[in-house]
């Protein structure tokens, strides 16, 4: 249980093209999740935690506008980067609570490579 | 202000032998700590929650401890094998609250045949 699943693993785009990632709980509900960047050799840094059925709340530093998040269901939240350019290629990982698991634990998404050339 | 400080350097151990991580922060007044297991171009994966008022946690092979005093977790991981080897991050609830996570830089373990 509490599988967490992201798509697509590995995306390599055009600079200034936009690029959207899905983060998906596929046996649970997650009312929150929480969407990280890791550059390499560095650990994970949250980038914002979205809620389903409202905005967004984004950590100093991150702009909202370029980084999109849309938590539509219950079960998925998105991440859009717009106008990408190389310095925003990273690891993306994304995250849910799991509730009837205890409030506190976090599980994570396989992660999404992006390359932008 | 906030640290939360992985030796950086990779740790290198005999398969059999036991594996001790050490988690140091500053600054934080943690309700609990957590520890993840992360492979090379993987997400993270729970490995162990310790709150403050529990001092050790076992499951498995893993045992954490966690002195609030020492504002030090360590992680040990007993009869080590290869398949152990992976980056581990220690992690602390943010000062905001909202069960946000704040990672450390994580260790690399590798356990050697």
């Known amino acids: 249980g509490a599988v967490v699943s992201q798509h697509p693993s590995r995306v390599i785009c055009k600079s200034g093209t936009s690029v959207k990632i899905e983060c998906r709980s596929l046996?649970?509900?997650?009312?929150?999740m929480f969407w990280y960047r890791q550059f390499p050799k560095q650990s994970l840094m949250l980038m914002a935690t979205?809620?389903?059925?409202?905005?967004?709340?984004?950590e100093q530093g991150v702009e909202k506008d370029k980084f999109l998040i849309n938590h539509a269901s219950l079960t998925l939240s998105t991440l859009t980067v717009t106008s990408a350019h190389p310095e925003d290629s990273s690891f993306y990982i994304c995250?849910?609570?799991?509730?009837?698991?205890?409030?506190?634990?976090?599980?994570f998404g396989p992660g999404t490579r992006l390359l932008v050339l | 202000s906030q640290k939360i400080e992985q030796n950086s350097e990779a740790l290198n151990i005999q398969e059999g032998k036991t594996a001790t991580l050490t988690c140091n922060y500053t600054?934080?007044?943690?309700?609990?700590l957590q520890w993840y297991r992360q492979d090379p171009g993987r997400g993270p994966v729970f490995l162990l929650l310790?709150?403050?008022?529990?001092k050790e946690k076992r499951k498995e092979r893993l045992k954490v401890t966690f002195d609030t005093t020492l504002k030090q977790s360590l992680f040990h991981i007993t009869a080590s094998q290869p398949a152990d080897s992976a980056t581990y991050l220690c992690?602390?609830?943010?000062?905001?609250?909202?069960?946000?996570?704040?990672f450390g830089t994580g260790t690399q373990l590798k356990v050697e045949l």
């Open positions: 995250s849910a609570k799991s509730p009837p698991r205890g409030q506190e634990t976090q599980y």
């Open positions: 046996d649970f509900q997650a009312t929150t």
């Open positions: 979205s809620n389903e059925g409202s905005k967004a709340t984004y």
């Open positions: 600054n934080y007044s943690p309700a609990y």
């Open positions: 310790i709150r403050e008022n529990e």
């Open positions: 992690a602390l609830e943010s000062t905001g609250g909202g069960n946000k996570l704040t």
